[in-house]
């Protein structure tokens, strides 16, 4: 399994609209394949999300594409950002530094 992140930021003043959107299915969903693991809130000067997913290995560029395609749908909402980031763990980084076994 792999993990995708996203990372996101809307205006306060707007929060109620993101909420809306995921609430109403106003956004299309992750193929089924694609597991949200949690998605955590953080009051900022933004409110900022992290949303995390779990991807099989063999299926991460189709996941990256179905969750991109999800957050664009949040587009129509002034100031939304968003940012989509594979993530590696440890033991898969190593090798990247030339440490750990490849």
């Given amino acids: 399994m792999t993990f995708i992140m996203v990372t996101s930021k809307v205006p306060p003043h707007k929060a109620e609209g993101v909420g809306q959107a995921f609430l109403g299915k106003k956004v299309p969903d992750v193929a089924d394949f694609v597991k949200r693991v949690n998605i955590w809130v953080v009051a900022d000067y933004d409110t900022k999300m992290y949303a995390l997913y779990e991807v099989p290995a063999d299926k991460l560029w189709e996941g990256y594409l179905s969750i991109a395609t999800r957050y664009a749908g949040y587009r129509i909402i002034e100031g939304f ?22």
Avoid: D, H, R
């Fill in 81 to 102: 950002k968003y940012k989509i980031e594979p993530l590696a763990t440890v033991q898969e980084a190593l090798p990247m530094i030339g440490l750990g076994k490849k």
